[in-house]
């Protein structure tokens, strides 16, 4: 098993530019979720999902999207970069409820200029 | 308003002793609490967890503590490793929940 892939491992964008973050697992896990991490700071849960047509907001949805179509897939979307989105982006996945631990991608560093 | 913290942002070692790591949190609800580990260039990996109806948990050379009415729980690395050097995460999660709230991160330098 791969366990959880990201792409691309690093981007620079401009402002107002857009990108898709890639996020891929092969655990056949349900529950999937997208955090950002600034320096200094702990995780921040920006979208989740806890199954295939199914997303919600996290903490910090704003300047996001987000998109579920299968188990496996689970992209996070910026429309209008902005330097306040610079940062590293984890994306997670989980079996389900209870006491499951999460498994992390290695990370997608972005910056904004 | 941070619900899980971590007041110590790194902490220094020498190899063989004890490395103590805390994390205090605000929230009664939260019943289960992890520690994740995470070097540069990669994401956290799992380390250990324990349940708000235990008071320790132990794996190998990691033991966490959690003490409910002073809501404050610790790891505890003995003995320290120069490959114990990373950025730990202290994180729980409310009852019933699935949503993990991470604290800021310990960054660990154990010294050969």
């Known amino acids: 098993n791969a366990g959880v892939t990201q792409t691309p491992k690093f981007r620079i964008l401009k402002i107002g530019q857009s990108m898709t973050l890639q996020c891929t697992q092969d655990?056949?896990?349900?529950?999937m979720y997208w955090y950002r991490q600034d320096p200094g700071m702990g995780l921040k849960l920006i979208y989740y999902?806890?199954?295939?047509?199914?997303?919600d907001k996290g903490e910090v949805p704003n300047g996001y999207n987000v998109s579920r179509s299968t188990t496996e897939d689970f992209p996070l979307r910026l429309e209008l970069a902005a330097p306040s989105q610079t940062s590293v982006y984890f994306c997670?996945?989980?079996?389900?409820?209870?006491?499951?631990?999460?498994?992390f991608g290695p990370g997608t560093r972005l910056t904004v200029l | 308003d941070q619900q899980v913290k971590q007041n110590s942002p790194s902490l220094s070692v020498q190899e063989g002793r004890i490395s103590i790591l805390n994390c205090d949190y605000t929230?009664?609800?939260?019943?289960?609490f992890l520690w994740y580990k995470k070097y540069p260039a990669e994401g956290p990996t799992f380390l250990i967890s324990?349940?708000?109806?235990?008071d320790k948990n132990e794996d190998g050379r990691f033991t966490v503590f959690l003490n409910k009415s002073a809501k404050h729980l610790s790891l505890h690395i003995v003995p320290s490793q120069p490959g114990d050097s990373a950025v730990y995460f202290c994180?729980?999660?409310?009852?019933?929940?699935?949503?993990?709230?991470f604290g800021a991160g310990t960054r660990l330098f154990v010294k050969a």
């Open positions: 997670a996945s989980h079996l389900g409820q209870g006491v499951s631990e999460q498994f």
């Open positions: 324990i349940s708000s109806i235990k």
């Open positions: 999902s806890v199954g295939a047509g199914i997303t």
């Open positions: 994180a729980a999660r409310y009852t019933g929940g699935f949503k993990t709230i």
């Open positions: 929230n009664s609800m939260f019943d289960y």
């Open positions: 655990m056949n896990h349900n529950y």
